[in-house]
Structures are given as C-alpha cells and as structure tokens.
C-alpha cells in the first residue's frame, strides 16, 4: 500500500534522512523507532507531503506522490496526527472534529462524525467544549479522532502517547489497535514507548542516522540486542 524507497530529505541544506525504505501493507500496523533526532517525524511529514523529497519515491496503492500537497494525500486517504499537542484549542471539540474533514460535503461530513463519537463516547459528551478543556489524554484522543475523520487507509500517528500517564498510553494505544482491527485501516506509528508501540504492531523498523537499520516482526526488534544497537549502538 504504502512503499517508501530510498528516501533522501532534510531542511535547508540540513540534510536528515539519507536514503530511508520502508513499507506498509493493506490492514496492517507498523511500528517505526529509533533515538531522539533520528528522522522518524520526518519521514512522516514527508510521507504526509510536509516536506519535499530530495531523493527517493514514495508510492501509495500504486501512485508516486513526490510533491504531491498534505491536501491532496488526505483526499488519497492518508491522514497525518503530528507530534505535540496540536488540536486547536481556542475551537471546540467538535469544531477541531470538522477540521479533520475540511475537504468533504456537510452532509458527509456530520455523518463521519456520528462515527467517530460512536467510537469515542467521551468526545460526544465534551462536544462543546473547548479542547482547551479536555486532559492531555482526551486530548490525543481527539487528535487521532480528527485524523480519522476523511476516512483514511493509512492513519499515520507521531508520539500520540506524548505527555500521557502510564495507564493512558496503553488506553490510546489500544484504541488505535481496535480501530485498525474493525475498519482495517493501516496505521504507521512513530513511539518513544517502544515496548507500547510493539505489543501492538505487526511489523516495525528501526531508524538510526536518518537510515533505516532494523526491520522485522517486534519480536526481533525488540531483542535486547536489537534496542540497544538501535538506541545506543
Ligand atoms: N523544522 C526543522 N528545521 C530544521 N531542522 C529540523 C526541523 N525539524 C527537525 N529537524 C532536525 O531534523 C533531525 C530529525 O528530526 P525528527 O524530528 O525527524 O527526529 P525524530 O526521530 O522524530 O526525533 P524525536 O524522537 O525527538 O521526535 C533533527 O536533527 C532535527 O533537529
Ligand atoms: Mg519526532
């Protein structure tokens, strides 16, 4: 579905990723870790559109979409929830809600989210409520509730369980786990809670240097051997 091949890119002259591949299949979960300034947001972002590709090809169901605008890959059916905090918080829930389906008709648009409030009860009840309100945790709920939205086939997620007591990133993570069980959706997922992010992925690879390093079933990555060449090798 998603295939990412030799990917070169950076900022400015700064150049970060030298040559990343990776794959996503159709349903699946892939885990993507590795060390603080590794390059793993932005492969994301240049997934996502966010920044350009120097080098490389990234191809979905079958299409190049080098150069192709954050816009144009959410209607492709890629959808992006960034690292931080970013729902808006001067909007209400259901306002950031709308935002995640700027592209779609009113009509679609208010019956996605009947779905995502049957998915996520707690959105439902805080729906006028500014995001300001809710706790860090509704609060990475609600992102990744905006990015399901457009209905995606792939749900590319960036640290959701940032900032998050212990007992809320497992919640987060396995409602991320269930969403992809009962819709399919493929779900790329970038962690610093390694152990989290491999109880439930399929696959994942380890980035180091900008460079992919590592690739295999969590099982092996998660090796001792593996974490530790990874993150401090
Ligand atoms: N907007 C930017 N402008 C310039 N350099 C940047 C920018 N964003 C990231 N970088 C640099 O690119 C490198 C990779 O950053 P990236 O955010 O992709 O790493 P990461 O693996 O996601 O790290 P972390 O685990 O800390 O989130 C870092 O050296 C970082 O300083
Ligand atoms: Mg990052």
């Given amino acids: 579905m998603l295939e990412v091949d030799s990917l070169e890119t950076g900022y400015g002259k700064k150049q970060v990723l030298f040559g990343a591949t990776l794959t996503v299949h159709e349903r699946e979960i892939v885990a993507l870790i ?10 994301l972002k240049a997934i996502c559109g966010l920044v350009p590709t120097w ?9 190049a979409i080098n150069g192709s605008t954050p816009a144009e890959n959410v209607t492709r059916g890629i ?8 729902v808006f ?5 259901l306002e950031n809600l709308e935002a995640g389906g700027f592209h779609l008709a009113n009509n679609d648009l208010k019956g996605r989210v ?26 990475q709920m609600l992102a990744v509730a905006r990015a399901l939205i457009p209905r ?23 409602r991320v786990c269930e969403i992809n069980q009962n819709t399919g959706i493929a779900v790329l997922i970038v962690e610093q809670k390694v152990r989290e992010s491999l109880r439930i992925a399929h696959r994942a690879y ?9 690739e295999g ?14 993150f401090l090798g």
């Fill in 34 to 43: 590795g060390p603080n300034g590794a390059g793993k947001s932005t492969v």
């Fill in 114 to 139: 009947e779905e995502i409030f049957a998915l996520f009860p707690v959105l439902e009840r805080r729906a006028r409520q500014l995001a300001s309100k809710l706790s860090g945790g509704e609060q």
């Fill in 206 to 214: 380890g980035l180091r240097l900008g460079t992919v390093v590592l």
């Fill in 152 to 174: 995606p086939k792939l749900l590319m997620l960036d640290e959701p369980s940032l900032g998050l007591a212990p007992n809320l990133v497992a919640a987060v993570l396995d």
């Fill in 89 to 93: 918080h001067g909007l209400t829930v």
């Fill in 79 to 86: 959808t992006f929830a960034p690292q931080g905090n970013r």
């Fill in 55 to 63: 080098k490389g090809a990234i191809c979905f169901g079958g299409t």
């Fill in 217 to 230: 079933s969590p099982s092996v990555v998660s090796s001792p051997e593996n974490l530790h060449q990874l």
